[in-house]
């Protein structure tokens, strides 16, 4: 009872999670999860560090699987755990140990590979798709469409890709492939048959998470309560118990259950709403400058012309002035003139006159 | 980078061509002597590039790099890549200003910072084909199989682009020196709709630089770690476009005394201006950064030795230049405007070699972190000198710093 109302609250939240989530109206309506919970039935391992003993069959079981160099040192030489050793392009697992043994506690080694997630980093990263999540649960790499950009090996959270540095003109990435070609034989992959220990188990995921739970309320005080790849970013194809917390064993501290991808897709969502948006948005700017632009120079010119009419104004009157005063001249002119001639006229007929007299007078 | 670069310039005496320019030096109208100390060093530096370049494609990056498993991005791509593409936004942010926001007293500006932004994204992408481990594949993301889920398919696609669109707004300057008409008015036609286009895929590609982040919260240090790193990248892009133009107007100004127009007092005016703007968006970056640290509740990280780093980036490169770009706004005092356009520019390339690069991977063990190899430097070194010499070639040349007495006042 307890347990069902607590899954149908759970149920609940993650209803209303997934109703703020942008997206996952589908998934809703798909029943109810908001996330990807990896393929039904798909594989995975389970590494029990408490079982392993640190002998490295591993390493070599997979070194001859892949056709790679045998791995460094005799497997019984345990001086080469003095340094982290890292997963590379021609080593796909390695077994580090990452607490020394203090008292009579036994020291913790770790199996590293690539953890094969429910919702990988390098796939969501990788602008050629060159890497599938496949239903049997291994991430698949397809090196014919690699451009070498490294985007997947220097995102993922487990360190876990090795690329071929060495390799100049067709170098690709090189990682644990979980035996696909093993699995789909029905067979088991190379290190978890190769493991004298039994520390790890091949087997269906959910069943995994099972036998992990088991192991852990079976034993408390060997565990920690923690199967480190059920939730961690999403999930993770392997899976780790330990009796240690996981930071120690070199695993993300704090390692939160959404799968990274998602913290890039919420960004690349926005992106089309830059190409829908900025051009309507800058040709209102640019519309609004030139708006702006006209605006000033049509006040300039009705500035302009204003003055300019005020001015032909002003010119016009002093001009009808002028003409007035010139034409009022012109008539005195015009007055002294007539006079002057008529007087002219006047004194030449007086002239006349005189001669005329004279000439009758001889 | 930045820094030597400058002195390269510096110490140049004269606006002399680099040797290795081609037949088009013997057609220069003027006889420049080739034999300069700036010639024969840029010569001599883009040899070594040459042969470095060479080298890594023989012998495959693992000789001729120091990048390994847990550092597969090293100076490539924290310099070449991701400051190159900041240092190159002037030529968006200028030419926005003076097409869309109608600053036309800019207009001065817009042809170098358009050839600076060309030439700098045309590096960005030979810097990258050297990077990649089969840099002939670089066309599989458009042509074989898209990955439309990575940030890096948006910024491949983006720079594509943008590399065209400012290589077609940088043609007009070559179509006057060609005296080719025609093409000059089509490309003049299409200026406003290229500017759109440029702001658009720069608003897109400089935030998602950032954004390439996103998905690595557990390998980038908290601080410089924010789901607001695209706004981050992209406030800090337009300031490194803004200082760029500020400090390569006044090199140019020197160096290219003899061809360039504009008084020293115009200049100053412009620089001015250009400060006023750089104030704004440094004042708005310096509150993003502190809105990141409060909402992330970061406070007590600071007193770490990373936390020293931070403020290091902070307190030196966006404070004292704030500071310094407010007073020589304020007191109208281009030289100290000019330095804060130095300090800004250092500051952008420390920014993206930090989270690229310095607190990458900051978990790490002393021994597993990263140092550039002498040849991957010597890459990046010329490649900084090809864009160099490349914009003295054209500038020397082709209406850049003047106008072409054909078009003059044609906008």
Redesign the interface.
């Known amino acids: 009872m307890s347990i069902s109302r607590r899954g149908f609250i759970g149920g609940a939240g993650a209803g209303a999670v997934a109703s703020v989530a942008v997206g996952s109206k589908a998934a809703r309506a798909g029943g109810g999860a908001d996330r990807f919970m990896g393929h039904p039935g798909s594989m995975g391992l389970l590494h029990d560090t408490t079982l392993c003993v640190g002998c490295r069959s591993c390493e070599l079981a997979c070194t001859k699987v892949n056709s790679k160099p045998k791995p460094a040192g005799p497997l019984h030489d345990k001086s080469i755990f003095s340094k982290?050793r890292?997963?590379?392009?021609k080593l796909y697992t390695v077994v580090n140990r990452y607490v020394k043994a203090a008292g009579k506690k036994p020291a913790v080694y770790r199996k590293h590979q690539c953890m094969h997630c429910q919702e990988p980093?390098c796939?969501?990263?990788?602008?050629?798709?060159?890497f599938t999540k496949t239903p049997e649960g291994p991430v698949l790499y397809d090196p014919s469409?690699?451009?070498?950009?490294?985007?997947c090996?220097?995102?993922c959270?487990y360190?876990a890709?090795?690329?071929?540095?060495?390799?100049?003109?067709?170098?690709?990435v090189q990682r644990c492939t979980m035996c696909y070609t093993r699995i789909k034989k029905g067979e088991e992959p190379g290190c978890a048959q190769a493991c004298p220990m039994g520390a790890i188990v091949y087997g269906k995921r959910e069943d995994l998470l099972k036998l992990a739970r088991q192991r852990i309320a079976k034993f408390p005080d060997r565990y920690v309560d923690q199967v480190f790849g059920e939730h961690e970013y999403g999930g993770t194809s392997w899976l780790t118990i330990a009796g240690v917390t996981f930071d120690k064993l070199g695993l993300?501290?704090n390692?939160?259950h959404k799968p990274?991808?998602e913290?890039?897709?919420g960004?690349?969502s926005i992106?089309p709403l830059?190409?829908t948006i900025?051009?309507g948005l800058?040709?209102g700017?640019?519309a609004w400058?030139?708006r702006?632009?006209r605006l000033a120079e049509q006040e300039r010119l009705a500035a302009a012309a204003e003055a300019k009419a005020a001015a032909e104004a002003a010119g016009a009157t002093k001009a009808a002035q002028q003409k007035k005063l010139a034409d009022s001249r012109h008539a005195k002119a015009v007055d002294l003139a007539v006079k002057k001639a008529l007087a002219q006229a006047a004194k030449e007929r007086e002239a006349e006159s005189d001669a005329a007299k004279k000439e009758d007078t001889p | 980078m930045s820094d030597s670069t400058a002195n390269d310039v510096g110490v140049a005496t004269d606006v002399g061509v680099a040797t290795d320019v081609g037949p088009a030096t013997e057609a220069a109208p003027t006889k420049r002597p080739l034999l300069t100390p700036f010639n024969i060093i840029a010569t001599l530096i883009l040899l070594a590039g040459v042969a470095a370049g060479l080298y890594r494609?023989?012998?495959?990056?693992?000789?001729s790099?120091n990048?390994?498993?847990?550092n597969?991005?090293g100076l490539w791509i924290g310099f070449d890549v991701m400051t190159g593409v900041a240092l190159a936004a002037g030529g968006f942010t200028i030419s926005?200003a003076v097409?869309?926001?109608?600053l036309k007293e800019y207009q001065p500006l817009v042809r170098p910072a358009i050839l600076t932004g060309f030439l700098g994204y045309f590096l960005v992408v030979v810097g990258l084909l050297v990077?990649?481990?089969?840099?002939w594949?670089?066309p599989?993301?458009f042509a074989?199989?898209?990955?439309p889920?990575?940030?890096?398919?948006?910024i491949?696609l983006c720079v594509a682009l943008y590399l065209t669109t400012l290589f077609v707004e940088f043609t007009p300057a070559a179509f006057e020196w060609l005296g080719w008409k025609r093409w000059r008015a089509l490309v003049h036609s299409m200026t406003?709709a290229l500017t759109?286009f440029g702001?658009?895929l720069s608003?897109?590609h400089q935030?998602?630089l950032g954004?390439?982040y996103?998905?690595?919260?557990?390998?980038l240090h908290p601080l410089w770690y924010s789901?607001h790193i695209?706004v981050h990248f992209f406030v800090s892009a337009v300031i490194a476009g803004l200082s760029m133009v500020i400090f390569e107007s006044a090199l140019s100004h020197r160096v290219f005394a003899d061809k360039v127009e504009i008084t020293h007092e115009k200049l100053d005016e412009m620089t001015i201006g250009l400060a006023k703007a750089a104030c704004v968006a440094l004042g708005v970056y310096l509150a993003i950064k502190v809105v990141s640290v409060s909402l992330d509740n970061e406070w007590a990280l600071l007193f770490t030795p990373y936390g020293h780093w931070y403020l290091f980036e902070i307190l030196g490169f966006v404070v004292l230049p704030l500071i310094g770009y407010t007073i020589g706004f304020r007191e109208r005092r281009p030289t100290i405007i000019r330095v804060s356009a130095v300090i800004t520019v250092l500051g952008i390339v420390l920014n993206r070699l930090n989270v690229s690069i310095f607190a990458y991977n900051w978990q790490l063990?002393a021994h597993?972190r990263y140092w550039p190899h002498p040849y991957e430097i010597i890459v990046t070194v010329a490649l900084v000198t090809f864009g160099v010499v490349m914009f003295k070639w054209i500038a020397n040349r082709m209406p850049i710093l003047h106008e072409h007495p054909d078009w003059r006042g044609d906008h």
Request: some cysteine.
């Open positions: 982290l890292r997963v590379t392009d980093c796939a969501s990263v990788c602008f050629v798709k060159a469409v690699c451009v070498g950009c490294r985007y090996v220097n995102v959270p360190y890709l090795g690329y071929e540095y060495d390799n100049a003109f067709n170098p690709t993300p501290v390692a939160s990274l991808p913290l890039t897709a960004f690349l992106v830059v190409i900025y051009p800058l040709l700017f640019h400058t030139k702006k632009e | 494609l023989a012998v495959g990056l693992g000789p790099t990048l390994d498993h847990v597969p991005w926005s097409y869309l926001f109608g990077d990649l481990g089969q840099p594949r670089l599989y993301t074989v199989q898209a990955g889920t990575s940030a890096l398919f948006e491949a406003i759109i702001l658009i608003t897109m935030s998602t954004a390439m996103l998905i690595a919260p557990s390998r789901t695209p063990p597993e």
